[in-house]
């Protein structure tokens, strides 16, 4: 907290500071050449970019990171506050800010911005040593050479990590760190001592048990030594005293951005509905000319935390679809192998003319917008998945059912049914590993489009 709360009035200031210097260098404080107003209101335009883009792209997140990715991440808070400025002001024909005095912004905002990260690193690496602001660590399998090395480190608690001990079933003691116990013990151990991180050092028999147990409790997940296969979760590398550690991602969206993606979703869906409600009038009688049944298909999902909710959609099948569909499998093989690669038919006998024009330009899927208004679902994330195919994510799952599905995403912009089922899969995988708000952002200005397009929509 110490970090993040000086680390968001050092960058507020630096832009004071840059603001007040670019006056003087451009205006020797000559205040009268200028609308003090609207230099300010423009001033306080770009701090607010500013901050927000920081915000969002994690700089204010209470974990450790390095001075080379805060620089990254402060560089594109200047360029894209200044870009969207500047856009906003072509557009808006309002000029009468000065150039130069941007430029001056741009230029001394970065600089002390830099200047003030580097010196509340330096603070902060101060106050681990002085044992403040410190994570409390777990090491959980052998104690090997290797490990002792990096445990030294920690030690000396410059990276803001306190190791308390070790859970091996060797029951094998050493001077340097505590054992606290078997492997049995972690919930205890983990309860007892707010464990906030772990090193798996070794292979453990329970590893995907104690895994999924730190999923749940957003604890960080270090491996060392190969003790966890990569192929079954996603890894990131992360250097520690020179030297590469394999952390697993935190795949989850909750805190303030979860709070602001959920914003984002119920004031856009709400406005998406009042503006499309001639649209759903329109549809709805020509999906009662066409064909006999309801105007809306209701099905069971997966949603969040793995549980259930009824996804709306425009129904653009027959009455008795599955059981025609269980009957056409059987009687044709090639067709069958079609559907157990993509979980698609291209030529679906189900579908009605209006539904193949529905499913072609997506509009079938418009009623999910009030199942994103009432929270089962986001306007972008994963694709919400059938529960006849939960055997098919298995390996997936305990990342699919941490973030809510969405009405768009990855596959849907990048060919959507051109894509197999496990290219689905893995292209949900890589949203949620990689998940923040402009990814959203995004994918919403990409999914138009693509919808345009009709890529891969049948």
Same mark, same amino acid.
């Given at each position: 907290?110490?970090?993040?709360?000086?680390?968001?009035?050092?960058?507020?200031?630096?832009?004071?500071?840059?603001?007040?210097?670019?006056?003087? /260098?451009?205006?020797?404080?000559?205040?009268?050449?200028i609308?003090?107003?609207?230099?300010?209101?423009?001033?306080i335009?770009?701090?607010?970019?500013?901050?927000?883009?920081?915000?969002?792209?994690?700089?204010?997140?209470?974990?450790?990171?390095?001075?080379?990715?805060?620089?990254?991440?402060?560089?594109? &808070?200047?360029?894209? $506050?200044?870009?969207?400025?500047?856009?906003?002001?072509?557009?808006?024909?309002?000029?009468?800010?000065?150039?130069?005095?941007?430029?001056?912004?741009?230029?001394?905002?970065?600089?002390?911005?830099?200047?003030?990260?580097?010196?509340?690193?330096? *603070?902060?690496?101060?106050?681990?040593?002085?044992?403040?602001?410190?994570?409390? @660590?777990?090491?959980?399998?052998?104690?090997?050479n290797e490990?002792?090395?990096?445990?030294?480190?920690?030690?000396?608690?410059?990276?803001?990590?306190?190791? *308390?001990?070790?859970?091996?079933?060797?029951?094998?003691?050493?001077?340097?760190?505590?054992?606290?116990?078997s +492997?049995?013990d972690?919930?205890?151990?983990?309860?007892?001592?707010?464990?906030?991180?772990?090193?798996?050092?070794?292979?453990?028999?329970?590893?995907?048990?104690?895994?999924?147990?730190?999923?749940?409790?957003? +604890?960080?997940?270090?491996?060392?030594?190969?003790?966890?296969?990569?192929?079954?979760?996603?890894?990131?590398?992360?250097?520690?005293?020179?030297?590469?550690?394999?952390?697993?991602?935190?795949?989850?969206?909750?805190?303030? =951005?979860?709070?602001?993606?959920?914003?984002?979703?119920?004031i856009? $869906?709400?406005?998406?509905?009042?503006?499309?409600?001639?649209?759903?009038?329109?549809? @709805?009688? *020509?999906?009662?000319?066409?064909?006999?049944?309801?105007?809306?298909?209701?099905?069971?999902?997966?949603?969040?935390?793995?549980?259930?909710?009824? @996804?709306?959609?425009?129904?653009?099948?027959?009455?008795?679809? =599955?059981?025609?569909? /269980?009957?056409?499998?059987?009687?044709?093989?090639?067709?069958?192998?079609e559907?157990?690669?993509?979980h698609?038919?291209?030529?679906?006998?189900?579908?009605?003319?209006?539904?193949?024009?529905?499913?072609?330009?997506?509009?079938?899927?418009?009623?999910? /917008?009030?199942?994103?208004?009432?929270?089962?679902? $986001?306007?972008?994330?994963?694709?919400?998945?059938?529960?006849? =195919?939960?055997?098919?994510?298995?390996?997936? @799952?305990?990342?699919?059912?941490?973030?809510?599905?969405?009405?768009?995403?990855?596959?849907?912009?990048? &060919?959507?049914?051109?894509?197999?089922?496990? &290219?689905?899969?893995?292209?949900?995988?890589?949203?949620? $590993?990689?998940?923040?708000?402009?990814?959203?952002?995004? +994918?919403?200005?990409?999914?138009?489009?693509?919808?345009?397009?009709?890529?891969?929509?049948?």
């Amino acid at each position: 907290m110490w970090y993040r709360k000086w680390s968001i009035v050092s960058d507020i200031s630096a832009l004071i500071i840059a603001f007040i210097v670019a006056l003087y /260098l451009r205006f020797n404080f000559n205040l009268s050449l200028i609308s003090r107003r609207w230099y300010l209101s423009t001033f306080i335009i770009l701090l607010a970019l500013d901050f927000l883009i920081l915000y969002f792209k994690g700089l204010y997140d209470n974990k450790h990171m390095t001075l080379f990715n805060q620089i990254s991440i402060v560089i594109d &808070g200047m360029v894209y $506050s200044v870009f969207i400025y500047l856009f906003i002001s072509y557009f808006t024909k309002m000029t009468y800010f000065s150039r130069l005095t941007l430029i001056y912004i741009f230029i001394i905002g970065l600089l002390l911005q830099i200047t003030f990260k580097s010196i509340l690193l330096y *603070l902060q690496v101060k106050r681990y040593k002085k044992g403040l602001d410190l994570t409390n @660590a777990l090491i959980l399998g052998n104690y090997s050479n290797e490990l002792r090395k990096i445990v030294s480190k920690f030690m000396s608690h410059e990276y803001g990590i306190n190791v *308390l001990g070790y859970l091996s079933d060797d029951d094998v003691n050493y001077s340097d760190i505590n054992r606290l116990g078997s +492997i049995d013990d972690f919930d205890d151990v983990v309860e007892k001592y707010s464990i906030k991180t772990i090193f798996i050092t070794s292979k453990i028999d329970s590893v995907d048990e104690i895994i999924n147990k730190c999923l749940s409790k957003y +604890i960080c997940v270090y491996s060392v030594n190969g003790s966890i296969n990569m192929t079954n979760y996603p890894m990131e590398i992360e250097i520690i005293d020179d030297m590469p550690i394999l952390k697993l991602k935190e795949v989850f969206i909750g805190g303030s =951005e979860g709070h602001v993606k959920r914003l984002i979703d119920f004031i856009l $869906s709400f406005v998406a509905i009042i503006i499309l409600s001639p649209l759903f009038f329109i549809l @709805a009688i *020509l999906i009662k000319i066409d064909s006999k049944g309801p105007v809306f298909f209701v099905q069971d999902r997966i949603g969040l935390n793995g549980k259930l909710f009824k @996804a709306y959609k425009f129904r653009t099948m027959i009455l008795n679809a =599955e059981e025609i569909l /269980l009957k056409w499998l059987e009687e044709n093989p090639e067709i069958r192998d079609e559907y157990l690669i993509n979980h698609k038919l291209k030529d679906d006998p189900r579908i009605t003319r209006v539904g193949k024009f529905l499913r072609k330009t997506s509009l079938d899927e418009l009623p999910q /917008l009030f199942n994103v208004l009432k929270g089962d679902m $986001s306007l972008v994330g994963p694709r919400p998945y059938l529960v006849r =195919e939960l055997n098919d994510v298995s390996s997936y @799952a305990k990342y699919l059912w941490r973030v809510p599905p969405g009405i768009t995403g990855l596959w849907q912009i990048s &060919g959507r049914n051109d894509i197999d089922f496990e &290219g689905r899969l893995k292209m949900d995988m890589q949203y949620i $590993s990689n998940w923040n708000i402009w990814l959203d952002l995004n +994918i919403l200005f990409k999914t138009i489009p693509a919808v345009l397009k009709k890529d891969g929509a049948y």
